[in-house]
């Protein structure tokens, strides 16, 4: 039964991929390295990944300025757009494959006592082989770092660049004062079928725990909580895609 469901996710996989099938921007490589480009550019972003995609398309909102986007990587596997399938593009040509440095007193129970550090290699980046999950950080935390001499990190100084990239897609929750819906970055509920996670939070409220309804309030806060996701009818959404 179980190789039988696993065909058969496998199946449905390739045929909503299939039906859904992303346009990738096309390479523009060998017109560079044929001598036939009369081109030039403004600017050159090297590497197209979580932040660099981002410069890229903002540069590029003027009209008269010509941006030449550069990455090592190419396409993502199409497996990366299913969000249970995120972990296929680890330690594969899609992964940078970074290592840590050895140290006395990390990692003893690993090959080489050295820590795997996923990056992506790949259009969109590290935003095209993560998890997933969206969490701002706490007021608290931005604040200190500008408080340490990280001028312009303070949270009130990040929020509207939060609120001016994101799609928040939850009704149910959304505050006009910490999120929007018009930034290019979908952000939607965390839905999960695994049934132990109705299990945990029961255990949580029974042991006294609060139930947190968005992860990136501004209030801090201790509890549990389901987290929301960079994702987008279902499917991935990098930095690539928004």
């Known amino acids: 039964m179980a190789m039988i469901f696993k065909i058969l996710f496998i199946l449905f996989s390739i045929i909503f ?10 390479d523009f490589t060998p017109t560079l390295l044929s001598g036939e480009c009369k081109i030039k550019f403004h600017f050159i972003v090297v590497g197209a990944g979580s932040a660099g995609a981002i410069i890229a398309a ?44 050895q140290e006395d007193n990390l990692f003893k129970g690993l090959d080489g006592e050295k820590c795997h550090v996923p990056r992506g290699c790949m259009l969109g980046g590290s935003s095209s082989m993560n998890v997933m999950l969206q ?24 929020l509207p660049y939060f609120k001016k990239s994101e799609n928040f897609t939850d009704t149910t929750r959304y505050d006009p004062k910490i999120h929007s819906n018009c930034g290019p970055l979908t952000v939607s509920p965390f839905v999960s079928p695994d049934p132990a996670i ?16 968005d992860l990136n309030k501004i209030e801090r806060s ?12 279902g499917l991935r959404c990098s930095t690539l895609k928004a």
Not at 17 to 26: D, E, G, H, S, V
Not at 135 to 158: A, H, L, M, N
Not at 199 to 208: F, V
């Open 58 to 101: 903002r540069l590029s909102e003027i009209a008269d300025w010509n941006v030449l986007l550069l990455e090592a990587g190419g396409d993502p596997p199409e497996s990366s757009e299913i969000p249970l399938k995120w972990s296929l593009a680890l330690n594969t040509e899609y992964d940078w494959k970074f290592l840590t440095e």
């Open 135 to 158: 969490i701002r950080g706490t007021k608290y935390d931005f604040d200190e770092w500008e408080k340490s001499g990280c001028t312009g990190w303070g949270f009130d100084s990040v």
């Open 17 to 26: 991929l299939k039906a859904n099938a992303i346009k990738y921007p096309n």
């Open 198 to 213: 109705q299990t945990i939070s029961q255990a949580a409220d029974l042991m006294g725990l609060t139930n947190v309804k």
């Open 222 to 233: 201790v509890g549990y909580a389901m987290s929301d996701s960079t994702t987008r009818d």
